[in-house]
């Protein structure tokens, strides 16, 4: 959109170039082979459905499941987390009740007492032999990621990769980015929201 505003000739130009293009076959053909596996363990319980006694509320359920083929769960709790020192003190308490897994995808990851003190928490549990999983935005991490992320991790047994490496394709390196910014334990504990590393 600035190519196109800036210099309206070429920027139409580019835009048909790269603009248009779509996930490649390859890469689309996996992640349909992965959502159709995982959708099979996610069918809406009915009995929950009908739990729901506010129509509203079933009306909005009802709109995500179709929407996205996400069931509602009950027995479950959300906590808003309204600033960063929260999310990461929550961060480091779900991280010390792990006792199978823990899988961190995030944007933007840089080197400070934040990293510091997630870091260390993971090296913990990695050494007790949880399975840890970490994948970082290569674009969004360019210049923040500390130099020996990657073999720091793998020196503690944790498997880590960048997400959408950098390319000498132009659209490949820009777009498809992963912005999403999370923390799963166990597939019990999930923060997640706007709050990078």
Same mark, same amino acid.
């Given at each position: ?39 099979? &363990? ?6 929950? @459905? %009908?739990?729901?006694?506010?129509? =509203?509320?079933?009306?909005?359920? #009802? !709109? ?31 991280? &010390? ?6 899988? @961190? %995808?995030?944007?933007?990851?840089? =080197?400070?007492?934040?990293?510091? #003190? !997630? ?79």
């Amino acid at each position: 959109i600035i190519f196109v505003l800036a210099l309206p000739a070429v920027g139409i130009v580019l835009y048909f170039i790269w603009g248009r293009q779509r996930v490649p076959r390859k890469s689309q053909k996996r992640w349909d082979e992965v959502n159709q596996r995982t959708f099979l &363990k996610l069918e809406q319980n009915q009995t929950v @459905l %009908e739990a729901i006694s506010d129509k =509203g509320i079933r009306k909005q359920v #009802e !709109l995500v499941y179709r929407l996205s083929d996400l069931p509602v769960w009950q027995n479950t709790r959300t906590e808003y987390l309204k600033l960063g020192e929260e999310m990461h003190q929550a961060n480091l308490a779900a991280i &010390k009740t792990a006792e199978k897994f823990i899988f @961190l %995808e995030y944007f933007i990851v840089t =080197g400070g007492k934040m990293y510091d #003190e !997630l870091m260390a928490a993971l090296y913990e549990k990695a050494a007790a032999g949880v399975e840890i999983r970490m994948m970082v935005d290569e674009m969004g991490s360019l210049s923040t990621l500390p130099k020996d992320f990657y073999q720091s991790c793998a020196a503690h047994q944790i498997k880590s990769i960048p997400y959408n490496p950098l390319s000498p394709s132009l659209f490949k390196f820009i777009s498809f980015r992963d912005h999403r910014k999370m923390t799963i334990v166990d597939g019990r504990v999930a923060i997640t929201g706007g709050i990078n590393i």
